[in-house]
């Protein structure tokens, strides 16, 4: 702090008392009894001397004409006062491009500062602010609580000043195309850390993703041997081969080789949101010794010890009302386009993914069972699967076919059986908030993600390689016969309409045959005839029969990640070729134009939707469109920046193809003004 600009309405009486603190000493104060003396004492002088601390008195107004001194007065009421003076201040300062200022608000009443102090930063979050009040000796001193701004990307800084300085309806209009495509781009690598003032760190040559904290591992055998609610970081000079099957144990990976290797990772890597760093020679620099670290990827920094992590959704809590402003807008140029477009819904894969989320896509269930959220029931899944003892009384029953049911050995067996795995398969219990229905996919364990490597050999000899979906259930029926049963329990199913069953790695109408046969074996008559069914395409065998599919389904949803693999004959477990699903290859365009088109022709009635990395790709989206693909929604990510950011962007893209910027006639459209609070 080196020069001090100070307005308080008794500044001319007060002054020698203030200038007594001891915080004040040295540095040079000029100071005014209203905003308006100030700023046109700013005007005389060079920016360079421009203050970089505001200190505002709280019982201070903005200067008006005397005839308007009753709107001053509504102003200082209408909003803790001193809050309008240091906005009149802000405005002035950010006109002369001088960004570098701390706001602090003074009162002997310690309450009435911080007050001010929070109604400020719920209008400017990217200032350091700071109260003021008095001590035992009646003299005034700098509270120690004080807000930082974050440290995010400037895009996204520049982003948010701008928003924050507009009225709601010019958001959508000055900040359309570039600004929100880019916002998209970064929103979910926003984050910062506290207490990294004293902390010692390396520095790194790239960094992707949002601040972690987690124990440090070097091994892939460190990996595994973490425990379930623990979250590691590794550090090594390449990535362990294996690891895939474990990543979801890991918050962050820090590889100290060139960062060729890491642009394919971070792709595979962004859904299971583990951040990254490359490219930093640690022979040269400090030695790791900490048993917890802490990433900053923005920053492209390693701390060696453990930081606060910031939460970004509480540091920028105006973005929200940005976002939800601008979608208002675009919801209003949509209607007056009379432009159709796709819905967006979200995909469910835990308790905490539906929370503030409007429209659910589909439940995967599995991820429900998993061994990252759910151990015990995992470990029950898996006896049930490939422990000895489930697989040989299957055996058994195989054998003994239906005519030795009654034996009382046979009988107690399959008791006993039922007992032990009839409860094998939870289900959430209500995800939807807005659907009429919602979207249940029956169990599609992905065996490389949650088994290791024994585990899985096992399954393989039991199963057959690659086995997954209803492929899986034919080999074992009581894995779904049993998850359909746990429908009883489920929140919506009698009061507002039953879910539809979503049947996983679907090949033929004989798929959907089968799961027909295990819902007539799991569910009272009356509730099996209203039960519809959807089939997941994601094989060329099921785009090869998808008249046939389309003709027994009420829904298909196209797995854009397994029908890629399958089509371009590549694997999703291998990470130098993990870019290719976040977005539709230019081979698998004319696949899903023709299995559209046919599945249309079947069943007129039909309803088509799009899941997997592609999905939440904008570009992707718009080649479809192009194409003359429509599909009736896309299921994507539980993000903050596909759920909220993703349909702005694309609603934004599809305006400017179809007819240009628009201009809103006066009266016709107007969202709530932000008021005598916007400034």
């Known amino acids: 702090m080196k020069s001090v600009l100070v307005i308080d309405d008794s500044w001319k009486s007060n002054k020698d008392d203030f200038l007594r603190s001891p915080d004040l000493k040295g540095i040079k104060v000029v100071g005014f009894s209203d905003s308006g003396e100030a700023i046109k004492y700013l005007r005389t002088i060079d920016a360079k001397d421009y203050p970089d601390t505001c200190i505002v008195d709280v019982i201070s107004i903005p200067s008006v004409p005397q005839s308007n001194f009753g709107i001053a007065m509504l102003m200082a009421y209408s909003q803790p006062v001193g809050v309008n003076t240091a906005i009149s201040l802000e405005r002035f300062f950010s006109d002369n491009n001088h960004r570098n200022v701390k706001y602090v608000f003074k009162s002997a009443d310690r309450n009435k500062a911080d007050t001010a102090k929070d109604e400020f930063l719920r209008l400017r979050q990217d200032y350091f602010v700071g109260t003021m009040s008095q001590n035992a000796r009646a003299l005034f001193v700098f509270d120690k609580e004080e807000y930082t701004p974050p440290s995010i990307p400037e895009f996204a800084k520049d982003f ?16 359309r195309g570039e600004p929100i495509q880019n916002l998209h781009a970064i929103w979910d690598d926003l984050g910062d850390v506290q207490g990294a003032e004293n902390a010692t760190y390396i520095e790194f040559e790239e960094g992707f993703g949002s601040p972690k904290s987690g124990k440090v591992v070097r091994t892939l055998n460190d990996i595994k041997s973490l425990p379930h609610n623990q979250k590691g970081i590794f550090i090594g000079d390449t990535i362990p081969d294996g690891f895939l099957a474990y990543a979801r144990n890991l918050s962050a990976i820090v590889i100290t080789d060139t960062n060729d290797f890491a642009g394919h990772l971070r792709l595979l890597l962004k859904p299971l949101e583990i951040s990254i760093l490359c490219g930093a020679d640690l022979a040269a620099g400090l030695e790791i010794t900490s048993d917890e670290v802490t990433v900053h990827p923005v920053a492209k920094k390693l701390y060696l010890k453990k930081l606060g992590i910031v939460d970004m959704s509480k540091t920028i809590g105006r973005a929200d009302d940005y ?82 049911n009654d034996l009382p050995y046979i009988a107690q067996k399959k008791i006993d059986y039922d007992n032990q795995y009839r409860l094998v398969v939870r289900l959430p219990m209500c995800v939807s908030s807005y659907e009429s229905e919602d979207v249940l996919r029956l169990l599609d364990i992905p065996v490389d993600e949650f088994f290791d490597e024994e585990e899985r050999k096992k399954f393989e000899e039991l199963y057959g390689k690659n086995t997954r979906g209803v492929q899986l259930a034919k080999q074992v029926p009581d894995l779904y016969i049993n998850q359909l049963r746990m429908l009883m329990g489920f929140g919506r199913f009698h009061s507002e309409g039953m879910p539809l069953i979503l049947v996983p790695a679907v090949q033929s109408a004989e798929d959907i045959d089968f799961v027909r046969e295990c819902v007539t074996k799991s569910l009272p008559p009356k509730l099996c005839q209203g039960l519809r069914l959807a089939a997941m395409i994601d094989s060329k065998i099921a785009c090869e029969n998808i008249e046939e599919i389309a003709r027994n389904v009420s829904h298909i949803s196209i797995g854009s990640n397994d029908l890629t693999a399958d089509i371009l004959k590549i694997s999703r477990q291998n990470p130098d070729e993990a870019y290719k699903f976040m977005s539709l290859p230019k081979e698998l365009i004319p696949v ?88």
């Open 160 to 175: 948010l000043y701008q928003a924050s300085r507009l009225h709601p309806m010019d958001v959508f209009d000055k900040l």
């Open 323 to 404: 976002i939800d402003e601008m979608n208002e807008v675009a919801k209003e140029r949509v209607r007056r386009s009379s432009l159709n477009l796709p819905h967006f819904r979200v995909n469910i894969s835990g308790l905490n993914d539906h929370k503030g989320i409007f429209f659910a896509g589909l439940t995967r269930t599995e991820h429900f069972l998993s061994p990252y959220v759910a151990p015990s029931a995992f470990e029950s899944l898996r006896d049930f699967l490939i422990g000895e003892d489930a697989v040989k009384l299957r055996k058994i029953f195989r054998i003994a076919g239906g005519k030795y």
């Open 592 to 679: 899903l134009k023709e299995i559209v088109r046919r599945a249309r022709e079947s069943n007129p009635y039909i309803t088509i939707s799009l899941c997997g990395g592609a999905a939440a790709d904008v570009d992707s989206l718009m080649a479809l469109k192009t194409e003359g693909v429509w599909l009736d929604y896309f299921s994507v990510p539980p993000t903050y920046k596909d759920t909220r950011l993703l349909p702005l962007v694309y609603k934004d893209m599809m305006l400017a193809d179809f007819c240009g910027p628009l201009e809103e006639p006066d009266g016709n459209f107007w969202l709530e003004s932000r008021g005598m609070k916007l400034n």
